[in-house]
């Protein structure tokens, strides 16, 4: 790989992450300087490479199960086969959003703008799943259960909006923005995990043996420390300058992040096995319109957001030299 020499930090405009000093690409970079990036030493090669590479292990696991026994065909596997295509969709959008953000202030923002809205689909994706297959069995049915989807398509809203929003505070109030981004997936991934918390609460109390549950336990500690990374701006923030290319918290947040989307998928696996062993009557069993009609219903109003919000930038204050 080749290194690019350092842009100077004034030259950036905003551009600039806590801690680290070089490595960035010139702004206002054409479309094919951005391509050949990809290939040169930056400190947005390993963020784009760390999930563009796991982008294709999930294509890959998608095109497994739709060639695999059932498929399409089977009604009980459509809440899998969404979630799958959301864990395809939001490591390479957030890959391009790496690759193409220094294109222009605007483009940077409108890459973020599909990055945001791709995680909020795979909240989205990952509610389906609980809903069809880790759900307790004594809250099936329930008004909860009933409820759920619908509060989670809600929750996309809200989250796409949420984040896409605090990219307008980030030149004037840049810590509240970062909180802001934050609440916004923190919160349905805490809401998702809700039939989650409680079978973990179960087993602690009854000394459970599912298979599922230590996966899913996997899953969930990585996802906490996810976001402990995101939030803390570690190693970075001790040593400045140190990890501008290599080790820096958005490389290691990426990675932790696909870790712990792999462990949620094969914990999700092992409960639908599972289920299949007690099936639900058909009438609770979530069609395909209900779970494409979900999925369909969030990826418009997430359009409507970024467009909204793109047409918005022109309203925005550059940001601060720094």
């Not at 918390?197 to 996997?218: D, G, M, N, P, Q």
């Not at 609770?284 to 109003?301: D, E, H, K, W």
């Amino acid at each position: 790989l080749l290194r690019l020499p350092p842009v100077p930090v004034l030259a950036l405009q905003g551009y600039q992450e806590q801690g680290i000093l070089f490595g960035y690409r010139p702004p206002s970079s054409s479309a094919a300087d951005c391509l050949l990036s990809v290939f040169q030493m930056t400190n947005e090669t390993l963020n784009i490479w760390t999930h563009f590479v796991p982008t294709w292990y999930f294509v890959w696991t998608l095109v497994g199960r739709l060639r695999g026994p059932g498929g399409r065909e089977d009604p009980h596997a459509w809440p899998l086969l969404v979630y799958l295509l959301t864990c395809c969709i939001y490591p390479l959008a957030s890959s391009c959003a790496h690759t193409f953000s220094t294109m222009s202030t605007r483009a940077r923002h409108i890459c973020y703008f599909f990055d945001y809205a791709a995680l909020s689909m795979y909240s989205l994706g990952s509610a389906l799943a609980y809903s069809a297959y880790v759900f307790p069995a004594e809250w099936v049915n329930s008004t909860f259960h009933r409820c759920y989807v619908p509060i989670a398509v809600l929750n996309t809203a809200i989250s796409t909006s949420l984040s896409c929003y605090s990219r307008f505070l980030e030149a004037e109030r840049p810590r509240f923005s970062k909180a802001s981004r934050m609440l916004a997936f923190v919160y349905p991934y805490l809401f998702d995990s809700i039939p989650l918390f409680y079978r973990f609460y179960l087993c602690a109390v009854e000394s459970c043996t599912e298979a599922a549950i230590l996966v899913h336990y996997k899953h969930t500690v990585l996802a906490f420390l996810t976001c402990f990374i995101f939030a803390s701006h570690l190693p970075e923030r001790l040593a400045p300058g140190h990890f501008d290319y290599i080790g820096h918290s958005h490389q290691v947040f990426h990675v932790c992040g696909i870790i712990s989307t792999h462990f949620q998928m094969e914990a999700i696996m092992l409960d639908m096995a599972e289920r299949r062993n007690r099936p639900l009557p058909p009438s609770l069993l979530p069609s395909s319109l209900q779970t494409l009609g979900s999925m369909g219903i969030s990826v418009a109003v997430s359009l409507a957001v970024i467009g909204l919000c793109s047409m918005s930038l022109h309203f925005m204050p550059e940001p601060p030299q720094r």
